[in-house]
């Protein structure tokens, strides 16, 4: 079973900088690729950023590339979401996501789609206001 928790959301300002962290807890093989969507009040889940299990493939929606880096320690089930100059529009729940190990590899073509992936963990609050 695989169980994702993250940490790190808060209250900041326009133009702050926030990390969050995402720790998976699962058995060795069952973490491959993992990501992060978010969702803003009255709005469906949305694409933020994922990343494959070396780290050497990342994909970020257009809304934040340039101001968030995704990135992991594989080794021990951590990634991670830095994210700078944040805009008021970046207010959402942040969610950690993996897809099961035995489906279809991340691709530029379905990293986007919520279906892709079948662990979720309960999500941490980012505010951006001044």
């Known amino acids: 079973q695989v169980q994702l928790a993250e940490s790190g959301g808060g209250l900041v300002q326009p133009g702050d900088s926030l990390r969050l962290s995402c720790a998976a807890s699962a058995r060795p093989g069952s973490i491959l690729s993992m990501g992060w969507f978010r969702q803003a009040p009255g709005k469906g889940r949305e694409f933020v950023a994922a990343i494959s299990w070396s780290g050497s493939d990342t994909y970020y929606a257009d809304s934040v590339k340039g101001r968030f880096t995704i990135s992991r320690e594989s080794n021990k089930n951590l990634m991670y979401l830095q994210m700078n100059s944040l805009k008021a529009e970046d207010t959402a729940v942040y969610y950690c996501?993996?897809?099961?190990?035995?489906?279809?590899?991340?691709?530029?073509?379905?990293?986007?789609?919520?279906?892709?992936?079948?662990?979720w963990g309960q999500g941490t609050q980012v505010t951006v206001s001044s």
């Open positions: 996501t993996s897809p099961h190990p035995d489906g279809p590899a991340l691709t530029s073509r379905n990293v986007a789609s919520p279906t892709l992936y079948d662990y």
